[in-house]
Antibody, heavy 121, light 108 residues
Framework: EVELVESGGGLVQPGGSLRLSCAASGFSVSSHYMSWVRQAPGKGLEWVSLINSAGQTGHADSVKGRFTISRDNSENTLYLQMNSLRIEDTAVYYC???????????????WGQGTLVTVSS | EVVLTQSPGTLSLSPGERATLSCRASQSVSSSYLAWYQQRPGQAPRLLIYGASIRATGIPDRFSASGSGTDFTLTISRLEPEDFAVYYCQHLGDSPPWTFGQGTKVEV
């Protein structure tokens, strides 16, 4: 069965760093587009980052240069390294798997339950 | 960057009624890369529709969607109690970002 389990969230001070993990089971992270999506309290969804099956990455302008998405194929885990955190990065961060690795399969088919990141002094 | 504008912001309806949600793109997009999601309170989003009109696995047929170019629509034919939620459209184009609309809340 496909499962995504996020971890690594918590309270961090502005300017600090945090690494989120998304442990996948039931499929290989290397064969699908994988994304991070966040949701600030009471707000809508914001796409953050993606990595495709070829290892190419993309980031939203709001996090570019501060966040890095990566994966460990041997651990079957997706990561989001978040540096220089700002108060406005406070959100629930979801890991999501696309339907497949082809362009027409980019839609986010499976989601984890999310992990809360709070940036506050 | 494609900007998606959803309307209305809130839709107030009763169970059994029909809901029509709109998603308008700032530029023409491929239907292949337009998706809709449902998010119930306290839950992760759930994929409803992909390719602008294809229901995801397990989605009831009271959900339908259509559109092309810049205008896309999600319709719920007869609202069930579990359908009161927030709905988002998303464009997943060749170049990031994969933007979401701001969402439409369907409330009682």
């Amino acid at each position: 069965e496909v499962e995504l389990v996020e971890s690594g969230g918590g309270l961090v001070q502005p300017g600090g760093s945090l690494r989120l993990s998304c442990a996948a089971s039931g499929f290989s992270v290397s064969s699908h587009y994988m994304s991070w999506v966040r949701q600030a309290p009471g707000k809508g969804l914001e796409w953050v980052s993606l990595i495709n099956s070829a290892g190419q990455t993309g980031h939203a302008d709001s996090v570019k240069g501060r966040f890095t998405i990566s994966r460990d194929n041997s651990e079957n885990t997706l990561y989001l390294q978040m540096n220089s955190l700002r108060i406005e990065d406070t959100a629930v961060y979801y890991c999501a798997r696309s339907s497949g690795g082809n362009p027409r399969e980019r839609h986010l088919q499976r989601w984890g339950q999310g992990t809360l990141v709070t940036v506050s002094s | 960057e494609v900007v998606l504008t959803q309307s209305p912001g809130t839709l107030s309806l009763s169970p059994g009624e029909r809901a029509t949600l709109s998603c308008r793109a700032s530029q023409s997009v491929s239907s292949s890369y337009l998706a809709w999601y449902q998010q119930r309170p306290g839950q992760a989003p759930r994929l409803l529709i992909y390719g602008a009109s294809i229901r995801a696995t397990g989605i009831p047929d009271r959900f339908s969607a259509s559109g092309s170019g810049t205008d896309f629509t999600l319709t719920i034919s007869r609202l069930e109690p579990e359908d009161f939620a927030v709905y988002y459209c998303q464009h997943l184009g060749d170049s990031p970002p994969w933007t979401f609309g701001q969402g439409t809340k369907v409330e009682v």
